[in-house]
């Protein structure tokens, strides 16, 4: 007995099921939900050259968020200032958000998204 014939003996599939036909009725079913749309995304993304800033720049007129991780231009601390007021100016003129998370995490909110900065006492 093969795996796949213990594996459908196991759900209760008879031998005559068709894998096919079944992967179609569950695509007809629309239990898919990890490929659903959605209307804005939280994208990761690591800031490695200058290209990058034209790549969260668009996600964020897309209206992502943007979860930037500085840790490849870390051994370049100029290039890297530079390239995080570059992202700044652009933030700041479309009314988004800007907060350091940590020493290497940077998020970034697009247009009328804001990041509450302080914690309430």
């Known amino acids: 007995m093969g795996i796949f014939e213990k594996i459908s003996k196991g ?6 099921m068709n ?6 009725a569950v695509e007809m079913e629309d239990v898919d939900v990890l490929h ?3 209307d804005f995304y939280v994208k990761p993304i690591a ?4 290209a990058d800033v034209s790549v969260i720049i668009e996600e964020l007129k897309n ?8 840790t490849p231009m870390s051994k ?20 988004g958000d800007i907060a350091r998370l940590d020493e290497n995490k940077i998020l970034l909110t697009p247009s009328k998204v804001k990041i509450v900065k302080s914690r309430k006492k």
Not at 19 to 24: D, H, V
Not at 47 to 50: A, I, Q
Not at 63 to 70: K, Y
């Open 63 to 70: 209206r992502n968020i943007v979860l930037l991780n500085v």
């Open 11 to 16: 759900l209760g599939l008879g031998k005559e």
């Open 47 to 50: 800031l490695e050259s200058e």
């Open 36 to 38: 659903q749309a959605a």
């Open 76 to 95: 370049q601390p100029n290039k890297l200032k530079q390239m995080v007021d570059n992202i700044k100016l652009f933030v700041q003129k479309n009314n």
């Open 19 to 24: 894998i096919e036909e079944y992967m179609n």
